[in-house]
């Protein structure tokens, strides 16, 4: 499996971005997609996450209300909806999958995760 991001870019404090993550040559049923961002000098930090079949999803604290994490099964893609951005949200965005469905607990921790992307930029910024 490749994962593709994209859809970054530059926005305004309180607009909107969508980011979109394509896993090509996904054959799995199974399997978890997180979002991670990340800053210069920063850990890579836990956005969102999802499971494949559907079950719950889950955010960060910082993000939970202003973003919703999506998929469609039938284009292996996942996406990321990002409302109300703040400059804290700027950062390199990456999406990261594991053929595992990983439990709640575990869907934040970025070493469960097999695979990743290249990122994408985020700039909120007036």
């Known amino acids: 499996v490749q994962l593709q991001a994209s859809g970054g870019g530059l926005v305004l404090p309180g607009g909107s971005l969508r980011l979109s993550c394509v896993a090509a040559?996904?054959?799995?049923?199974?399997?978890?997609m997180g979002w991670f961002r990340q800053t210069p000098g920063k850990e890579r930090e836990f956005v969102a996450a999802f499971r494949w079949d559907g079950s719950s999803t889950n955010y960060a604290d910082s993000v939970r209300g202003r973003f919703a994490i999506s998929r469609d099964n039938a284009k292996n893609t996942g996406y990321l909806q990002m409302n109300r951005l703040e400059p804290e949200d700027t950062a390199v965005y990456f999406c990261a999958a594991t053929t595992r469905n990983l439990i709640t607990s575990s869907r934040s921790i970025s070493t469960y995760y097999d695979v990743w992307g290249q990122g994408t930029q985020v700039t909120v910024s007036s």
């Open positions: 040559g996904r054959t799995s049923r199974t399997g978890t």
